[in-house]
């Protein structure tokens, strides 16, 4: 965490020049000064937590990501449906959407630039942000440590000329961020009303309801450039080379 043009630093700095002062009085034995800072000094620590709040907060959420610190944590449980249920029903209406479920690969940065929600994931909550003409439509729900942490996020494009030629701008963001991260991002088309599902620099589609939940499970538990064990060959996934705009 870098602590330039931070409050951070600002705060940093105030305390060195406290601490230089009580060192200098103490010096100069100016006792009216050292009795001022020392007075003072149990209040900084209250004054650190305050002022340091949010710097803290990603502090410990990048500890939680690290590896090292992974080795000693559970696996996360993945909470998966009331997501396959949003995503099956906005499938049926044809209403557009963008679900990015993040793994080891934080996107705290886009979540920072979004519509913060941090709530319990639940399909209700999920129809309602990416109902047509909602203010929150536009963009992607980005579900991080199994909440909504945040919605109308914006997604970095794909910059595979080839593969982005023939989709839509939802589509095209949907691959960019699973060429960049290891997130799984589910997409639902509003022209036709199908599934697609990006993942380690590739798009899966169309993606059935009914296995929907199975592939999802299959791309979470997968490490990103190892191949997914997907579902048997009656549903087998095939990597869409048509040429007709995904929207």
Known sequence: ???RKTRALQLFIGLGVILLLGA???YFELELLVWLIDSFRPALVFLVIVLLQPELRRVFSDLTKSKLLKIFLLKPNFQLDEIVEAVKSMAKS???SIIA???DISLKDIVERSVQIDGIISSSLLLTIFKKNSPLHDGAVI???NRIASASSYLPLSENLESAATMGARHRSALGLS????AVIIVTSEERGEISICFNSEMYHPIKPFELKAVLLSFLQTKVKAQ???PSDDSKIQLTKKEEELV
């Open 228 to 230: 997914p064990q997907l």
């Open 94 to 96: 044809k209403t557009g």
């Open 179 to 182: 060429e960049e991260t290891d």
């Open 143 to 145: 579900i991080e440590q």
């Open 24 to 26: 200098v009085s103490s």
């Open 1 to 3: 965490m870098t602590l």
């Open 101 to 103: 479920i993040t793994k």
